[in-house]
């Protein structure tokens, strides 16, 4: 786990400006540092730099950039190859001078050339320039685990793991890209490729970046939506036999992940996700694996005595810090340090709560991140077959409405919800995201630039008729890895802290695929199948129970502790100056907003994820884009 950075251009970029560039990430990497700059053809220069949390071969052998020994290939690299011992088997003609994965990944590429890649099982994100072919390789893993951002400008490439090193690179200018604003303001996240800034790019996941000659080219080599349609048709029919297959699979999962030369342990929150993961991990250490959970003192948010007895039970050695609203409160002015571009999932705050707690005995925490996606765990799953079932009547109402002589559509928006929300939902490629025009009517009406509000997904490439499987593929495709994998990965490396999914092994993804929707949901029964094998650990009474959950009080927060700050970026000078909001619609949507006592509709008052979203967009605006104009 570390943070990489790096150039090719015909700009002068010097050394010390690509190590300022490459410190902007210390957190990332605390242990090592290593920053190389090369002449190339044509007037090209290219700039290798990486921050080094070590957690395989400690020593300087794996130091980055690493170079092969015929100094064809130079690399940095962040994440973990699990396999890389299976991988070296083959690899018996080549030399090898350290124990570490990189070196792998050079041998691989040495071999098989960039096609290595669908060979690796691990998060990753890696740059690789091979000297022969003039070509500079950006690689991201098949589920997005791994960040990483590239800046085009004219025939120069900027290419890091965050935001920072960009924002420090010479003729960098800032230019925020106003039409990603709208979505951000809902999805709380800017999903790749796109990024906060004009001509910044995320590298989206299981892509291949190709750059040669001041041009790029993009190729995917693994594929949600492929994925699943090729593996759907190998269905596994017998549940027994679908139940071994995963278990053995998880267990091998979660075995790599615990290769390690750093202490390790669990994130255990005490739902099912965690408990499974805890207790595969448990199962395969020979001592008590170390586990972590944040609890909190409000007894109806509170799931750290359940984690307890988890622990109890399985015999982990446990650790558990119990916090308050005070705690919380005081992260927020951190986050656009650590989130370089907007980002507005709350949760990120309890994750770096317990990211800060893991650190302090261990470098690598296993999670279990991908649970809820792949085996159908989310409360928005349990709507999808609802309100296909009613898609037809929605059909009806919506045609009524448009005939004048009988109704209006004014009369439809006057309706209940639920039914304005059916009759609403009439695009074919957008069926699963109903429910949202509220809020797009709402913050179109807050920006300046028309028609950036339009934020909904196209669903078409899915090709699957059932709802409720189409949203989880398209959840894995944007909400895991735009929101979930970015938040786990920026409130860990605050803390310089690895975490490690072993339900996100991409041969896990793929199992799912091929297993019958109801072994996950079974008469309403979400993640089925895998509650099922975390029985098989752990006693059934000890995880059946209604879902505390925990949210952190945003409407308290906003209008208490977080009110000034509120207004103050309402303030009519800011917004004239950004240009990006329309300063009278807001400034009235946020007083509407904070009066408390109002909860009509179309006061503002239901609208703390809009207003939250914006408090941190400002705050990210003041910290970069005001700090550097001052």
């Not at 003729?171 to 106003?178: A, L, M, R, T, V």
């Not at 009439?426 to 109903?434: E, H, L, S, V």
């Not at 090709?463 to 949203?471: F, L, T, V």
């Amino acid at each position: 786990m570390c943070g990489i950075c790096g150039f090719i251009s015909k700009r002068v970029i010097s050394i010390e400006q690509l190590k300022r560039m490459n410190d902007t990430m210390y957190h990332r990497g605390p242990n090592d540092s290593g920053e190389e700059i090369f002449e190339l053809k044509k007037g090209y220069t290219l700039g290798l730099a990486q921050r080094r949390l070590s957690i395989l071969d400690l020593s300087p052998l794996g130091h980055q950039p690493m170079h092969s020994g015929n100094g064809r290939i130079s690399i940095v690299y962040n994440g973990e190859i699990y396999n890389f011992n299976d991988i070296k088997k083959e690899l018996s003609d080549y030399t090898f001078k350290s124990t570490c994965d990189t070196e792998v990944i050079i041998a691989a590429y040495l071999k098989w050339g960039i096609s290595c890649i669908s060979k690796f099982n691990g998060m990753f994100a890696i740059a690789l320039f091979d000297r022969e072919n003039d070509t500079l390789y950006l690689v991201r893993d098949r589920l997005g685990k791994k960040p990483l951002y590239y800046w085009l400008d004219g025939d120069n490439i900027v290419f890091a793991s965050e935001c920072k090193p960009i924002m420090e690179a010479p003729g960098f200018e800032f230019d925020i890209d106003k039409n990603v604003i709208g979505a951000y303001l809902y999805h709380q996240y800017i999903n790749a490729p796109q990024s906060i800034f004009s001509n910044v790019f995320k590298l989206q996941p299981a892509t291949i970046l190709k750059y040669k000659n001041g041009k790029i080219d993009l190729e995917k080599y693994w594929d949600v939506a492929e994925k699943y349609q090729s593996n759907k048709k190998e269905n596994v029919v017998s549940y027994t036999e679908a139940k071994s297959e995963l278990k053995n699979l998880l267990l091998d999962a979660t075995q790599k992940r615990m290769i390690s030369d750093v202490p390790l342990g669990t994130f255990l929150s005490g739902g099912y996700d965690s408990s499974l993961v805890t207790a595969l991990a448990q199962s395969i250490s020979d001592k008590p694996m170390k586990t972590f959970c944040i609890g909190f003192n409000s007894p109806q948010f509170n799931e750290a005595e359940y984690a307890k007895q988890v622990a109890d039970y399985l015999g982990t050695d446990h650790t558990e810090l119990y916090i308050d609203g005070k705690d919380m409160l005081e992260l927020v002015e951190s986050i656009p340090h650590y989130y370089d571009e907007p980002f507005a999932d709350s949760s990120q705050i309890p994750s770096m709560l317990v990211s800060k707690l893991a650190k302090e005995k261990v470098t690598v925490a296993l999670s279990g991140d991908g649970g809820d996606e792949l085996f159908c765990g989310y409360n928005i799953y349990t709507s999808m077959p609802k309100a296909q079932k009613l898609d037809a009547l929605g059909a009806l109402t919506y045609e009524v409405s448009r005939v004048p002589e009988l109704f209006n559509l004014d009369v439809l928006y006057k309706m209940p919800y639920r039914v304005r929300t059916i009759a609403l939902n009439r695009d074919k490629n957008t069926k699963t995201q109903f429910g949202i025009e509220g809020y797009q009517y709402v913050i179109d009406q807050l920006l300046l630039q028309e028609g950036t509000a339009n934020f909904k997904y196209s669903e078409q490439k899915y090709k699957e008729k059932n709802w409720q499987i189409r949203r989880m593929l398209l959840d894995q495709d944007t909400y895991l890895p735009g929101d979930i994998l970015c938040k786990v990965d920026r409130a860990s490396m605050k803390y310089s802290l690895e975490t490690r999914c072993p339900i996100l092994d991409y041969r896990v993804v793929e199992c799912s695929y091929r297993l019958p929707q109801n072994f996950k949901y079974k008469n309403g029964d979400k993640k089925h199948i895998l509650k099922d094998i975390a029985y098989d650990y752990i006693p059934q009474q000890l995880l059946d129970r209604p879902k505390v959950g925990f949210a952190v009080p945003l409407d308290e927060w906003l209008r208490g502790p977080l009110r000034d700050q509120i207004i103050d970026f309402s303030d009519s000078t800011l917004l004239r100056k950004q240009g990006i909001f329309d300063e009278k619609k807001m400034t009235q949507f946020i007083s509407k907003y904070l009066k408390t006592g109002d909860k009509g509709a179309g006061t503002g008052a239901n609208f703390s994820r809009i207003v939250w979203s914006y408090l941190v967009f400002q705050q990210w605006y003041q910290y970069y884009i005001e700090k550097k104009n001052s």
